[in-house]
């Protein structure tokens, strides 16, 4: 993804796009606190060719010191065999401090349709084989082995105005699975800025004694998008 982004950025670069988010949050399971939370994306793309880097975080603390601490990055490339069907290449790496795990790094590839792509609802699914890599919070022990990553996405146009955006992501092993699902629904106050209101939520079946399998995250926030 890297190298691919290196070679294109120095050409069309009117041809990328980019939104940046600012909030606050409430979390709860194995953090539960008020915080703050900030995401950005940035894409490309040129004929058959997409790219799409990603970052998330949040923070936040107390009298007791720090409550949440969390981060991730994501980034994946697309080739489309049509206007529909394309091969893509992903990677995920996360970073919490208060899971069961340090982080968790994950690598993917396989294939992809757009089954609805309309300007009012698109919806796509995709998924494939691929690692992952992580460790322990709790003893630093590691663990890996070969995964199955399917991705879906869902945007719909309610109005002129309102729009409601569904992503869901499961990464599944024989030594974990894990499921991640984000719901937004977006306001537009103009061209390039809206309100967010989000709910997350995140679920590692294999955890230690003691440490809760599900973490939540409700966020409000601010929305700057270039088109």
Known sequence: LGVALCVTSGTAL????????????????????ESANAAAEVKYARDKW???????????????GTTAQRW??????????TDRAYWFGAGRYEDD???????????????????????????????GPG?????FNQTGESEDG????GDLGWDHQLTETTKIVERFLVETGSENTYFQNDLGLEVSMSDRLALRVGYQYRHNTDV???????????????????K
């Not at 795990?101 to 995709?126: C, M, N, P, S, V």
């Not at 230690?208 to 270039?226: A, M, R, S």
């Open 97 to 127: 401090r208060f899971s069961a795990y340090d982080f968790q790094a994950t690598a993917a590839t396989g294939l992809g349709y757009k089954f609805i792509d309309t300007e009012r609802t698109k919806f796509w699914i995709q998924g």
């Open 14 to 33: 009117a041809q990328w796009t980019g939104k940046a988010e600012v909030g606050a949050s409430f979390a709860s399971g194995n953090s539960e606190n």
């Open 50 to 64: 997409g790219h799409t880097l990603g970052f998330a975080g949040n923070y936040g603390s107390d009298t007791g």
């Open 146 to 149: 070969v995964i199955f990553r």
């Open 208 to 226: 230690p004694p003691g440490v809760e399998k599900t973490d939540t995250l409700t966020t409000l926030g601010l929305i700057y998008e270039t």
């Open 72 to 81: 991730e990055v994501r980034g994946q490339s697309d080739y489309k065999f």
């Open 131 to 135: 690692y992952r890599y992580a460790e």
